[in-house]
């Protein structure tokens, strides 16, 4: 299985309480909306009478990088927007997170929220790119919503995806763009990128309050938002050879081939073998702890922080599965997914006998430069 991600080449947010404000270079995402200004209690706009505060994120990835993905040819993929919480305030017990392909081209400009004086050299509220030297959004080639202040995005609602929310789950967003990628490769749609907003019942609802800011492209964190691509190259051959397949939950696993650091740009076999914690003794001539075995079909690999622990690649019953050949098991890494000059573990997860699933972690660790 493989996963391979690719990182934006512009993000920005747009505000209509804020309508010619560019954040472009902001280390933060926002997907809010704050209409209820007896919570908020911040102004409206200088000379406006407006109400609502909506927050929309812009977000692209470059065509290269588009075509890469391409080039795998799959037929069976998935790929996900990403984008990983820094903060949310009044969050509701449930919601939608929705997202749409863009429908014009905009420029990302270089400002931040809080600049004083605002910077205006970039997409806005109103306009995709700078002030009125650019165009307005226009809704002959999308759909705009808003209460009082004209503009915030236009997009296709053709293939809309969204993701819920309730109290229990994760806030991060992980959502679902499997079709709008693929209208991009066929060139059915232009790459303009995708836009992230609350669902129109709150955006719209005058009395609404909730507010999620996101890591953006521009954080000095290990959480930039992505686009995460997956597919299926699973295979499990093994050929003549006879060794047989771990059955009991004491085994342990080496990478003998884990070179310990990897260029950015690399992308690497890792080969495992699994062998039994405690060997049945038998007279031989060599040890046997040297006799490795085959995981079982249902087995998956995982990659995780090792400063942070937090999950780089979650198992996926998909889209992590360990392959093999007749010299073991192995899987396939992608490193320009990972951020570089940080440490990484790998782990493994395995279904024994269908009825366990055993989790190893040996400490295999693996660093990425530049």
Same mark, same amino acid.
């Given at each position: 299985?493989?996963? %391979?991600?690719?990182?934006?080449?512009?993000?920005?947010?747009?505000?209509?309480?804020?309508?010619?404000? @560019?954040? +472009?270079?902001?280390?933060?995402?926002?997907?809010?909306?704050?209409?209820?200004?007896?919570?908020? +209690? $911040?102004?409206?706009?200088?000379?406006?009478?407006?109400?609502?505060?909506?927050r929309r994120s812009l977000?692209?990835?470059?065509?290269?990088?588009?075509?890469? #993905?391409?080039?795998?040819?799959?037929?069976?993929?998935?790929?996900?927007?990403? !984008?990983? =919480?820094?903060?949310?305030?009044?969050?509701?017990?449930?919601?939608?997170?929705?997202?749409? *392909?863009?429908?014009?081209?905009?420029?990302?400009?270089?400002?931040?929220? =809080?600049? @004083?004086?605002?910077?205006?050299?970039?997409?806005?509220?109103?306009?995709?790119? *700078?002030?009125?030297?650019?165009?307005?959004?226009?809704?002959?080639?999308?759909?705009?919503?808003?209460?009082?202040?004209?503009?915030?995005?236009?997009?296709?609602?053709? %293939?809309?995806?969204?993701?819920?929310?309730?109290?229990?789950?994760?806030?991060?967003?992980?959502?679902?763009?499997?079709?709008?990628?693929?209208?991009?490769?066929?060139?059915?749609?232009?790459?303009?990128g995708f836009i992230i907003?609350?669902?129109?019942? #709150?955006?719209?609802?005058? +009395?609404?309050?909730?507010?999620?800011?996101?890591?953006?492209?521009?954080?000095?964190?290990?959480?930039?938002?992505?686009?995460?691509?997956?597919?299926?190259?699973?295979?499990? /051959?093994?050929?003549?050879?006879? @060794?047989?397949?771990?059955?009991s939950d004491n085994f342990?696993? /080496?990478?003998?081939?884990?070179?310990?650091?990897?260029?950015?740009?690399?992308?690497?076999?890792?080969?495992?073998?699994?062998?039994?914690?405690?060997?049945?003794?038998?007279?031989?001539?060599?040890?046997? %702890?040297? @006799?490795?075995?085959? =995981?079982?079909?249902?087995?998956?690999?995982?990659?995780?922080?090792?400063?942070?622990?937090?999950?780089?690649?979650?198992?996926?019953?998909?889209?992590?599965?360990?392959?093999?050949?007749?010299?073991?098991?192995?899987?396939?890494?992608?490193? /320009? +997914?990972?951020? *570089?000059?940080?440490?990484?573990?790998?782990?493994?997860?395995?279904? $024994?006998?269908?009825?366990?699933?055993?989790?190893?972690?040996?400490?295999? !660790?693996?660093?990425?430069?530049?």
């Amino acid at each position: 299985m493989a996963v %391979y991600k690719i990182f934006p080449n512009k993000d920005s947010t747009i505000y209509s309480r804020y309508p010619i404000t @560019n954040a +472009g270079r902001d280390e933060i995402l926002e997907v809010a909306v704050k209409n209820n200004t007896s919570i908020t +209690g $911040i102004s409206d706009n200088v000379g406006s009478t407006n109400l609502d505060d909506i927050r929309r994120s812009l977000i692209s990835f470059a065509q290269d990088d588009l075509n890469i #993905i391409k080039s795998f040819n799959s037929q069976s993929f998935q790929a996900n927007i990403r !984008l990983f =919480l820094a903060n949310a305030e009044n969050l509701s017990q449930n919601y939608n997170i929705e997202c749409y *392909p863009v429908s014009q081209d905009w420029i990302m400009g270089t400002g931040k929220f =809080l600049d @004083n004086p605002i910077t205006d050299n970039g997409v806005c509220w109103t306009n995709t790119g *700078p002030g009125d030297a650019s165009p307005t959004w226009n809704p002959a080639v999308g759909t705009m919503q808003y209460l009082f202040t004209t503009g915030g995005g236009t997009w296709n609602t053709s %293939y809309k995806s969204t993701q819920s929310f309730d109290y229990t789950l994760d806030k991060d967003i992980n959502i679902n763009v499997t079709n709008a990628v693929l209208q991009l490769f066929t060139g059915s749609i232009s790459n303009y990128g995708f836009i992230i907003k609350h669902s129109g019942s #709150i955006e719209l609802n005058t +009395g609404s309050y909730i507010d999620l800011k996101f890591f953006s492209a521009d954080t000095h964190t290990i959480y930039p938002p992505c686009l995460e691509y997956k597919w299926n190259d699973f295979s499990f /051959n093994t050929g003549s050879n006879t @060794n047989g397949f771990i059955t009991s939950d004491n085994f342990v696993i /080496n990478v003998g081939n884990n070179l310990g650091e990897f260029k950015r740009d690399t992308k690497y076999n890792f080969n495992i073998k699994a062998r039994d914690k405690f060997p049945t003794r038998q007279f031989t001539t060599s040890s046997v %702890y040297l @006799n490795w075995k085959y =995981l079982p079909t249902s087995s998956y690999w995982a990659i995780q922080d090792y400063k942070t622990t937090e999950m780089i690649v979650d198992f996926d019953d998909t889209y992590t599965k360990i392959s093999a050949n007749s010299n073991g098991n192995y899987f396939t890494v992608y490193m /320009n +997914g990972l951020q *570089p000059e940080r440490t990484y573990k790998l782990l493994v997860k395995a279904d $024994i006998s269908g009825s366990e699933e055993v989790v190893v972690d040996n400490d295999i !660790l693996f660093k990425v430069v530049r």
